[in-house]
């Protein structure tokens, strides 16, 4: 599975955006990037997934570089309720891989 | 509201006990994974499932853990005889996977079984 790098922990003010940064310098043409979150004494849930091009949903924004080398996941306005570990997965779907492979994420506290 | 229900929430057993933990995914999802989560180690694929067959579970203890799908709406994993370092929350998670082998949706979590062996 190829390899992602994320920062252990960021610190956000409540109201604020805060960009998530994941880097995945081997990713392949095939890897989609995928961003789950687990909150406290939660299970993981899916937040958003793209390819190549900027993804938007109610959630979050995906913001991929041009060379797909990274991608940021960006919070438009954190709330208290998006304190949470976020994982930067990435996923061959043409190797027919249903797999999510979690490394160790970035814990986000927000700050009231 | 779809949801993945995990059964029990929480466990406590004594070494050496069986212990069966119960997940039942969401209507529909042909694809059921297990996941075990440490503070040492994170979060784990213990084993995966599509259309009730097991396609890895490479990442589970063969010796003591076993890993079914009895119909599709039951998926289980079982530890026997139990030990403290199986210790951890145990996640089940379903997803929609397509005839190509990929997962088409996001896989969806449930709650997890807090398994603690004494």
């Known amino acids: 599975d190829a390899k992602t790098t994320q920062p252990n922990s960021m610190e956000s003010n409540e109201e604020e955006p805060v960009h998530l940064p994941c880097n995945h310098s081997?990713?392949?043409?095939?890897?989609?990037i995928h961003w789950y979150r687990q909150l406290p004494s939660q299970g993981p849930e899916y937040v958003i997934h793209?390819?190549?091009s900027n993804v938007n949903n109610r959630m979050a924004s995906l913001a991929i570089a041009e060379d797909r080398k990274s991608s940021t996941l960006i919070l438009h306005r954190a709330t208290l309720r998006d304190a949470a570990v976020y994982y930067c997965?990435?996923?061959?779907?043409?190797?027919?891989?249903?797999?999510?492979?979690f490394g160790k994420g970035t814990k986000l506290t927000v700050n009231p | 509201d779809a949801r993945v229900t995990q059964t029990p929430r929480h466990k406590v057993t004594e070494m050496g006990q069986e212990v069966t933990m119960r997940c039942q995914p969401i209507?529909?999802?042909?694809?059921v994974f297990w996941y075990r989560q440490t503070m040492m180690q994170g979060l784990e694929l213990l084993a995966y499932?599509?259309?009730?067959?097991?396609?890895?579970d490479s990442g589970m203890p063969k010796d003591r853990f076993s890993a079914e799908m009895p119909d599709a709406t039951l998926a289980t994993l079982k530890i026997q005889p139990s030990e403290p370092r199986d210790s951890a929350v145990y996640f089940c998670?379903?997803?929609?996977?397509?005839?190509?082998?990929?997962?088409?949706?996001?896989?969806?979590f449930g709650q997890g079984t807090r398994l603690t062996v004494v």
């Open positions: 998670a379903s997803g929609l996977g397509t005839q190509y082998g990929e997962l088409s949706t996001e896989a969806f």
């Open positions: 081997t990713i392949s043409g095939t890897d989609y």
């Open positions: 793209g390819l190549t």
């Open positions: 997965i990435l996923r061959d779907v043409e190797g027919g891989s249903e797999k999510l492979v």
């Open positions: 209507l529909g999802h042909n694809t």
């Open positions: 499932f599509r259309n009730r067959a097991p396609l890895d």
